[in-house]
């Protein structure tokens, strides 16, 4: 649906939406977290160590964008692309925290590897959650966006701010670092080429 | 074969699922290679939504207390009184008085200092230093004095027996009332139980905050003693619990029938055994005994009997005072930072733990490098001591992990 604003032309309702959002009207903020908060989720679930990690830092990108919609400019800018750049900084600040402190120990006993009764699955999320730690920040980023929130290469491109050929290339290199990584822990699916 | 055209190539198979027919033989090998590397993300990302969609209602009830906190902070706060200028200032109608009472206060104050002097646990600021250190897990209880918002948190003033000991309550905290449901605010008068990590500004980070229904009077608040050397048949009220990060020591504050408060140095497997016992030690009654090592300044404590089951759980029994919840089996199986407990009755709980849990493993043989190194925590019994998350997972505060359960113990 569109709406015609006489003073601004077409909006449409993701637009409209962000407006709210600015103006922190809550109801918006209640529809922007149920359209979203998934994909934050899962953009920043492996680069984390744990499902506990991610559900926070997600909820923290949700504070964030709240405190600071003031500053945000949604002419042109999809609400998701402004949520992911917060998700980003937030993974990013995290990461070095705990690199300056060291991971706490009591949660590395219980989020390390899991006990081998356990699913295969859940071993599979341990080896893909190393696997990706070990890529660079685009290799992760692209390979998030690409197949674990399903965007295409022109939605990617656009939540990366890069063309559409650079996507393209860090996506063939994150792959192949991603497969040798895999094949590097002996994973089953993953055999070297 | 150029890098572009490999690109092309890749996003044209990932997007069909099929290599393009043009592929060379040399780009098939290594396109298939690179598609079953997106197929183990695949398959993990429809995982990962599920995830996702179980962590929401947690992260949905967080943002929605956030929110409420921004739009408190946001109402308009009361005018400032307005500001005298120096001429009224000295020439206030009350200023005499003011300056009279200033006067008494600072004799007061080097009165005060000077029969102090000696007895420096008096004060309920010192008090509050001596027991509450940075770290350590506590639990405590008192009667809210203030209550004030600050961002998404909370600082809650607490009027406990030994001092007036600062809450912060975050959108983390799991504020529970008599019955373990869900309770949406704290109020000014009310009594509450507190299980928390101790701040470095002496502050506690609260964890899980059990509400309880009885209006009570707020603590009468004195003079705290250590108890250096043992006293027989010293019995007490636990009014403190406090555990060190890594588990290697414990104190309490106990009330004695006289009214004499003691902070007593406890042995970890004293902890333990008071955590695994009721998972509100809180009000538990004790009866002090000389240590392993006579002279230490370490104590034993033992409660009134609490008979155990097979499972080295208590058979407790029901108590109308706030308590945190509690969980106490087996340990099933564990995924990750979640841990699957089985009770007495059969019922499968499913305890997360958090950067933030406290472990106490004495009895269990464990340690925590062989945890780390792999060693399983699988048919251990275990004590668990927290509240509930909003989306009804028991979040631990801190864990007692004892030996291998063995049905003929």
């Known amino acids: 649906m569109q709406v015609d604003d006489p003073a601004k032309g077409r909006l449409s309702d993701a637009e409209l939406l962000a407006q709210r959002a600015v103006r922190r009207d809550p109801d918006a903020w209640g529809e922007i977290f149920e359209q979203h908060y998934r994909a934050v989720f899962a953009f920043v679930r492996y680069r984390l160590r744990g499902a506990a990690e991610a559900e926070d830092i997600a909820s923290q990108v949700f504070e964030v964008a709240y405190s600071h919609s003031h500053r945000f400019d949604y002419r042109g800018v999809p ?65 998030s966006l690409r197949f674990l929130l399903d965007r295409s290469v022109e939605e990617t491109a656009r939540l990366m701010n890069r063309s559409e050929d650079a996507v393209k290339n860090l996506q063939r290199r994150a792959l192949a670092a991603m497969q040798r990584s895999l094949a590097s822990q002996n994973y089953p699916g993953a055999s070297p080429p | 074969m150029t890098a572009d055209r490999f690109d092309d190539l890749l996003a044209r198979a990932l997007a069909a699922g099929a290599i393009p027919p043009e592929a060379t033989e040399d780009e ?25 969609s179980a962590a929401m209602p947690a992260a949905r009830a967080r943002f929605e207390r956030f929110l409420a906190g921004e739009q408190q902070r946001a109402l308009p706060a009361a005018p400032p009184r307005p500001r005298r200028g120096f001429l009224g200032r ?58 004030t918002p600050q961002g998404s948190t909370t600082l809650v003033e607490l009027q406990s027996e030994f001092a007036d000991v600062k809450l912060v309550v975050s959108p983390d905290t799991s504020v529970v009332n008599g019955s373990g449901g869900q309770v949406s605010d704290i109020k000014a008068g009310e009594m509450l139980l507190v299980g928390g990590l101790v701040n470095p500004d002496q ?10 229904a009885q209006k009570q009077a707020a603590p009468q608040q004195s003079r705290l003693q250590a108890l ?38 406890v042995y970890p497997r004293t902890a333990e055994r008071l955590l695994t016992a009721s998972s509100t030690v809180i009000g538990a009654n004790v009866l002090v005994s000389e240590g392993e090592v006579p002279n230490d300044g370490i104590f034993a404590l033992s409660e009134s009997a609490t008979p155990a089951a097979a499972s080295g759980c208590p058979v407790t029994a029901a108590t109308s005072r706030p308590a945190f919840v509690g969980v106490c089996g087996v340990i099933a199986a564990r995924m990750g930072n979640v841990i699957f407990v089985i009770d007495a009755n059969r019922i499968t709980h499913r305890v997360v733990i958090t950067a933030q849990t406290r472990f106490l493993l004495g009895e269990s043989g464990l340690t925590r490098a062989s945890v780390r190194e792999g060693k399983s925590v699988v048919g251990h019994t275990i004590a668990v001591t927290g509240g509930y998350g909003a989306d009804g997972r028991v979040i631990a505060n801190v864990v007692v992990v004892g030996k291998l359960f063995s049905p003929a113990r």
């Open chain 2, 228 to 265: 250096k050397k043992f006293m027989p048949n010293l019995q007490g009220r636990v009014i403190l619990l406090a555990v060190s990060k890594d588990g290697s020591t414990a104190r309490v504050l106990i009330q004695a029938p006289n009214g004499t408060r003691y902070i007593v140095n």
């Open chain 2, 28 to 52: 098939r090998a290594r396109l298939a290679s690179l598609l079953q590397a997106g197929a183990v993300l695949e398959q993990t990302g429809a995982r990962t939504h599920l995830e996702a």
């Open chain 1, 79 to 143: 609400i998701e692309a402004w949520l992911i750049g917060i998700a980003r900084n937030l993974c990013r600040d995290h990461i070095k925290k705990l690199g300056r402190r060291g991971y706490e120990e009591e949660l590395d006993e219980f989020s390390g590897p899991t006990e081998p009764d356990q699913a295969a699955a859940i071993d599979l999320r341990q080896d893909l959650g190393a696997a990706m730690r070990a890529l660079t920040e685009d290799q992760q980023e692209v390979l």
């Open chain 2, 90 to 147: 000295i020439l206030h109608p009350n200023r005499g008085l003011l300056l009279a009472g200033g006067a008494v206060a600072v004799g007061l104050i080097a009165i005060v200092g000077v029969f102090a002097g000696e007895s420096l646990v008096t004060g309920t600021d010192t008090a509050s230093a001596q027991v509450l250190m940075p770290n350590d897990y506590v639990q405590v209880q008192g009667v809210v004095k203030s209550i």
């Open chain 2, 203 to 212: 502050t506690v980070a609260a964890q899980t905050v059990a509400v309880s």
